[in-house]
């Protein structure tokens, strides 16, 4: 009876247009599945592009917010789990999500994708370069998955979740 | 765009089962409402009841676990935000509810009372005894409202809702 | 080799002069004994007013911090664990003391109180009304000491320490 | 008045016998030079070889928990800070720690190089692979010193904390 979370792991501040425009498409098709889109909840770059983009398709959004209050976060977050931990908060989006999707790498990512390694949960390394794929692969290659393409990490997540039987 | 969460607090193990079924009929109560009902998520007392009460109804249930995985939580949490912090978790149940209703009580429940006092959040508290509601008012009166019904206490969330119009 | 911690906790922007008094006191007594004084770590109240007397009486302190740093803090916390958490640090205050102090009242301390007794820790109620110490037994009485004085507090606190030979 | 920290970083059950005795030279070279010692606080691995370093050269030493209870715990901490947060604690050993020092890696070391590059904290990387020099420089390169022994580190250390007037 529980649904499927996909967390969405990326820059903030420092996102680049092309990061934006992936992050929303990647929304989109997550929200196209079924699943529910989970971020740091922040109304800039990856986070509030890939909350965006899943509920402009009607899904369901999550932001796991830094701050004591809601303010100044994603208004496309439709759940706001308020933390008041900041970056704290980084492990608690790792646990939530069943898997996690990562594109662009800012410290705050890093961060994420190695507390998602520490705790064994599938990352799929979208775009990313070949310094970050063999960092992260000599840290727990087991658990990481390598794509391309926004089409190419939902059949990723349906496989793992399939193979696992995950929920 | 953001949806109301009223957060339910009681004892876990310690829930009698008058709390549990005031619990069930809370959640029921919050669903029909069209607010989501969020407690700590675990699989026995008021925080399993009111859960299950909202999901029968048809409501969006969240449970904020203590574990750092979603075994054994509630069947009836839709969404399992895992945080990993034990009781620890009780100020993100707080801060993330806009409000708050409190029936039966414990040491956990205790707690998470006086966060929401100290985090200035409406808390309700339901057919308490009177040592209890002088304690509480004593911290902090201006928040705290008393009822003794859940048609009493949903019509005091309307209410506060509608005064402060929040989301 | 572990040494031994104890917690006080109080009011801080709240705390009487009174208060602060009893806890400057307070704080040099612990350090007299040879234990560490652990609070809150903020500049004003309880906190300060007890890593006060303690540094003075030549005692090591810990703040545990609410901000994502040490600006802010009492200068008499020599030791400053840097949380990011706000209130939710006081689940680690509380799980960090071998025994607990508490004196004065207000919405924060009452929380640390309520976590203590849900972490079963032993916690002196010193110089409190009858409201609160009602209250608190309700909730957990094995656990809960009642003192008047300072002298009366380390006695307490001793005689813990050596049933339980703790460290 | 408040103490320097430095926060020795390093694997747990996967350390190496050349990780675990540089770390345990270096948490000697922390002690000797005056400056607390602090780790995640379990007993084994690089967390707990450089506590016993720093504690067998008179040092002051600090383990932040991850369980509910010192269980388990290194028996070279002396001062022992409990979260029941498990690797949600990497944030406070970051933010708690003056200078950090890393040496080995893995997912949970590489969480806290990349939270301590998101709190702009100075970060010496001792002994590292290139991989992992490249990786964390692209993050963040103005905060990362990169060293080859315990001697270079520790001047490192002292330089950035006259420079900066740190306490």
Known sequence: MSRIIVGVMGPGENAT????????E???AIAKA??????GGRSFGVMDASLKG??????LTIGILPG????NSSEHAQIKIVTSMGSGRNYISVLSSHVLVVLG?????ASEVALALKSRKKIILLNQDEITIRFF?????????VTKTVDETIRSVKDYLSVNQVV
Request: hydrophobic share 35%; aromatic share 8%.
């Open 17 to 24: 247009p092309d990061d934006n425009e992936l992050a929303y």
């Open 68 to 71: 004591d209050s809601d303010k």
């Open 34 to 39: 079924g699943w529910i889109t989970l971020t």
């Open 105 to 109: 790498m800012a410290a705050g990512t």
């Open 26 to 28: 990647l929304g989109r």
């Open 54 to 59: 899943a509920a402009e398709e009607g899904g």
């Open 137 to 145: 692969k000599n840290l727990g290659s087991y658990n990481v998955i």
